[in-house]
Each structure stands twice: as C-alpha cells, then as structure tokens.
C-alpha cells in the first residue's frame, strides 16, 4: 500500500526531478557554446537547431521546469527562515507557486510557440 | 558560538544562497534570450554585440557559477539520501565534482576568451540590429 | 478473504457498507505480506480503532494491532490509514470521504513484525541519540525547582506535546530511503530541549543532530506536519534545529535570534 502523495511532497518530487534535468541540460548547453570558439558558422548552424519546432516545444517543458524548481526553492527557503507555522503555510505557498507557475508560463509559452505558427521557424 | 562546523551545514546555506541568486540570474537571463533577442536571432554576432559590454559576461559567468556549483551540490544531496549509494559516495562526488569543474572550466574559458573573429561580424548581415534599428525590437 | 458481518445498527446514525483492506503479515504462516478484505456496516463516526477492535473480537481473533488508551494520549496505534499516518483512535470512518475501500497498512520504513505490528526500537533509539533530557550541572540536590519563565516555555509548548508515536518520522520518504535518518520526531525532541532554557547541554544535542543521518537529510517535505496527530509544526521545529547550527547559539539570552510562533489550538 502505498503513502498519499499530498503537496509538500509532490513538490519535493517535481524539485528533485527538475533539478536533475536541469542540471544535465545546463552541461548540454555549455558543451553546445564551445561552437562559439570553433567558428561564426559553426555556432550559427548550432543554433539553428534552437529554432526548430521541437526544441521550441522542449524549451517550454525547459521553462516550466526551472519556472518550478525556482519558485519552489523560493517557496523551501521561505518556509525554512520565515519561522511561520508551516501546516497551513506551505500549503497555502504551494498554491500560490503552482498559481505563478501558470501564470508566468502562459506569456513565456505565447513567445516561445508564437514562430511556430508564423512560420519563422524551422 | 557558531556550528558551521557541522557537516552540510554549509551545502544547506549555500544551496539557499546560489538559489536566490541564480532566480534572479535565470530570470533576466531568460528575459534577454527569448523576449528581446529572441531564439531565431541567436546569431553569431547577436552573441558578439552582448558580450560587447563586460556586465552581460559577468552575469553568464555567475549564472554558469552558481548554476553548477548548486547544481552538484543538489545532486549531491540526492546521493547522499540512498543508503547504498552512500557506500559508494567518493566515487559518485568525484563524479560529480568533476563534471562541474571541467563545465566551469570550459564554460568560462568561451566567456572569458571569446573575441568576434576579425571581419565575421561583417560577413554576416545582423538581422537582430536592423530589426532593432526599424522597431526597437524584434516584435 | 472476504467476509461480510453485519454488526449492531445503531438508531440515528447513516449507516453503510465499507470495505476495510487490512495488511497483514505472520512469519510463522508466510513470508509475504498480504492483505484482507472485511466488509463491515459502519457508521461515519465509527473509529478505525472501533473497527480493528471488532474485527479482531468479532471476526478475525488473528489480527495484530496495538493500542492502549483509545483516546490520542499513550501514541501506541499510529498506522497508515488511507494513505496517511495517523492514529487509528482518533481517525474516523468519515474521515476516508466516499465509499472507496479504506486501506490500512503499519507504519512504513521499520520492520513489520506483526500485521499491524511494527518494530519501535530503531524509532525510539533515534529519539533517545538525542540526549532528550535537561541537564542541570549548576543545579544541586536540595535547592529550589528550575523554573523557566512563561514566555520560554510558550517556545517549546507546541513540541512538549508530542506522544512518541512516531506518525511523523514513518512518514518521511528521508526515513524510507535512509533507514538510519535521525527523524522528525527525534529532531522534535532535539529542538525542545536546545530550546529548553533549564538545560545546559543543548551543545551535546546540537553536535547529535549533524552529520550524513542528521537534521540535513530534511527536504522541507512536510509529509512529518500532516501526519502529526497532535499538530505540532515539526516541519517548524526542525527549521528552528537547521537555524541554531547556521547561526549558532547565544548562551545569554539563548536562541533570542529563533523566530518562534506560538502553536495554535487544534482547529
Ligand atoms: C532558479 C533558481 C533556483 C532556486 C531558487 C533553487 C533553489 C533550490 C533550493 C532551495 C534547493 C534545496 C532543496 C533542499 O534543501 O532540499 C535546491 C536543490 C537543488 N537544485 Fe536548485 N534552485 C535553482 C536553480 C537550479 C538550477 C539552475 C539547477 C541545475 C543546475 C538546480 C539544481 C538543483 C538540484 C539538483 C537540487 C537538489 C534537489 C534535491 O535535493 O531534491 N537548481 N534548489
Ligand atoms: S519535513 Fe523533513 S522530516 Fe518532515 S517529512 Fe519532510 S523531510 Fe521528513
Ligand atoms: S511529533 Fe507528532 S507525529 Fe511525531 S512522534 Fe510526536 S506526536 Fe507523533
Ligand atoms: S490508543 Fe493511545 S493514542 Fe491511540
């Protein structure tokens, strides 16, 4: 049988997953910038790749995974040094972080996916 | 008296350093990629004119800092909660603290060495500065 | 196995069938768990306490459980009820909402060694590494009694509360990936007695809770709070522990830099 996954550990589990993925992204993209030392052509092919449809589609995963991790880890060091009673507290964080995380995405997803159907892309 | 010496005290403060620190780093960061530049004029002079001017350096090298080194911290943190990866645990920090190094290392390398080779600039025609020139933005 | 009783109806009450999905664990019969299904006539009020008891008085005299004083005081029936630590005295049938079946498994993360049965020693020696006591080296046999002035007692009240059930440490996925943990509970009983002004090792307890299985193997989960069935802030007690090893203490006016809510009344 297993244990409820309830907010606060919801929370922890999507902030571990997405500092895991992060983390491997963040080594993928600076290997990628050693193409600005081997040559303007080279990086301007490189980042070709950017601008293809599925990268745009990845980058808003990208965005709402650090858009998470961030506003959580805003939320734990709160919750850590604000020395405020924390039953109802994180709970009531937990909310307004998943509220900003939508909220933040919808105009960061418009710019993102917005080439795509105007045909600048690909 | 202070307990610093208590071990991961420090990893915990500074998780909670680099954290603030790198929500405001990651927020411009992305600001100045996807809404003023925007990813389709990546180009190699649009990378040239923003490292022009030392600050944008300075806050990609932070961001490269902070990032990885937080970033090993957290995974190292990880680790640490698995018993039976704990037996393991020089090899998997040597791991780990090697990557972080070798990304710090060759990310800085580009930030700092990175000069715009003689006459690319102009072989290539800025879309970015004659957008910019015509609206102010891409937009 | 599936049995269906009908037990005494009560005038007055809504009465309805549930279906009650009881782990359960012999080494003696099987080396497995497994689990068993009784569907019993109960009432929304019902305690789950009132239930194992019929069960096992009424239907199944093999069922394990503990349990002593039926009133959330002796911490000795903690379980995993629906999901979620608590005890099963002071958690009612209306509390699992809807008609699904309410599963009910021993606490997680220590060896089951009976059905609901599971082995305490390692929760309560993790309490006991802690030095949960006052020590009083200045005070001698004779004198007057410590006393400690309201306003320092209203900073550990919420944690003098605790009943020892272990609900919160059972329910840290910290404890379930790392048997050896120190706990929220013990890392409760830490906090009190550094926040304790009568005691005067509190730096025997600080240098306890460091280290690889200590207060730093806390992610800020918060699964320890819900679980406490007397609402104590154990996610809060243990910031209070995190912050005296960051900042350490000033033994003049001890922990005065501890931002410290007074715990409400249970709602
Ligand atoms: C955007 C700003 C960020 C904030 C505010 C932030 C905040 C935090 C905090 C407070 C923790 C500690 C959690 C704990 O004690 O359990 C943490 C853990 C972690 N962070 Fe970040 N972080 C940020 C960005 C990043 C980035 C860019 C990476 C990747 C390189 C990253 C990777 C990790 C990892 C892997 C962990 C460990 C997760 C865990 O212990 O479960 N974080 N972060
Ligand atoms: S707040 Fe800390 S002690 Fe409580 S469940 Fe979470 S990790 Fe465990
Ligand atoms: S802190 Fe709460 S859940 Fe934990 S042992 Fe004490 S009473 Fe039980
Ligand atoms: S039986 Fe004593 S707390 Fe439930």
Not at chain 1, 51 to 63: C, I, K, Q, S, Y
Not at chain 2, 9 to 32: E, V, Y
Not at chain 2, 95 to 104: C, E, G, K, Q
Not at chain 3, 39 to 56: A, C, F, H, Q, W
Request: net charge negative; proline share 4%; with cysteine.
């Amino acid at each position: 049988m297993r244990y409820s996954i309830k907010e606060g550990m919801l929370s922890w589990l999507l902030h571990r997953l997405t500092g895991i993925g992060i983390f491997i992204f963040l080594i993928i993209h600076v290997m990628g910038a050693i193409y600005l030392k081997i040559g303007p052509e080279e990086w301007n092919h490189h980042v070709e790749l950017f601008n293809t449809p599925f990268f745009r589609v990845a980058e808003v995963g990208l965005m709402g995974a650090i858009l998470w991790h961030g506003l959580n880890g805003l939320r734990i060091i709160i919750i850590d040094f604000s020395g405020i009673r924390t039953s109802h507290f994180a709970k009531f964080l937990f909310w307004i972080i998943v509220f900003l995380t939508i909220l933040l995405m919808l105009p960061g997803t418009y710019i993102l996916l917005k080439p795509l159907f105007e045909g600048v892309a690909g | 008296m202070s307990y610093k010496k208590v071990p991961g005290t420090f990893a915990w403060w500074f998780q909670r350093i680099s954290g603030s620190f790198l929500i405001i780093l990651i927020f411009i960061h992305f600001i100045d990629v996807h809404f003023i530049f925007g990813v389709e004029n990546l180009e190699y002079e649009t990378v040239a004119e923003k490292w022009n001017k030392p600050f944008w350096r300075i806050m990609d090298a932070l961001m490269l800092v902070f990032g990885m080194i937080h970033g090993a911290n957290g995974i190292e943190s990880i680790l640490l909660d698995y018993k039976k990866i704990r037996k393991y645990k020089a090899y998997w920090f040597f791991f780990i603290r090697a990557i972080s190094a070798v990304t710090i290392i060759i990310g800085s390398w580009i930030i700092v060495t990175f000069s715009p080779e003689e006459g690319s600039v102009a072989k290539y025609e800025s879309p970015v500065a004659e957008m910019r020139d015509e609206s102010g933005s891409h937009e | 196995m599936s049995i269906l009783v009908n037990l005494r109806s009560r005038q007055g009450f809504i009465e309805m069938l549930r279906v009650f999905r009881i782990q359960r664990f012999n080494p003696e019969r099987e080396p497995n768990q497994w689990v068993d299904e009784y569907t019993l006539e109960v009432n929304e009020d019902d305690k789950i306490l009132d239930i194992l008891l019929k069960i096992r008085d009424e239907v199944d005299t093999t069922l394990g459980f503990r349990a002593s004083c039926a009133h959330g005081v002796c911490g000795s029936d903690g379980m995993m009820i629906d999901g979620l630590n608590r005890l099963a005295c002071q958690t009612f049938v209306g509390d699992v909402p809807g008609r699904k079946p309410i599963n009910i498994a021993p606490l997680k993360g220590v060896p089951v060694e009976k059905d609901l049965i599971v082995d305490m020693d390692p929760l309560l020696d993790k309490v006991k590494s802690v030095n949960p006591w006052v020590v009083a080296k200045e005070h001698k046999a004779g004198e007057r009694e410590l006393l400690m002035s309201q306003e320092d007692f209203e900073k550990i009240e919420d944690m003098t509360k605790c009943i020892w059930c272990s609900c919160c440490t059972t329910s840290c996925p910290s404890l379930w990936s790392d048997s050896d943990y120190l706990g929220p509970q013990a890392l409760v009983m830490a906090a009190r007695f550094i926040l304790d002004t009568r005691n005067e090792d509190a730096e025997k307890i600080i240098e306890k809770v460091g280290g690889l299985d200590g207060v730093f193997r806390c992610h800020t989960i918060g699964n320890c709070t819900d679980a406490c069935p007397r609402d104590i802030d154990v996610t809060g007690a243990i910031a209070a522990v995190k912050k005296v090893l960051l900042q350490g203490i000033d033994n003049e006016d001890k922990f005065s830099n501890i931002v410290w809510e007074k715990g409400d009344e249970k709602e």
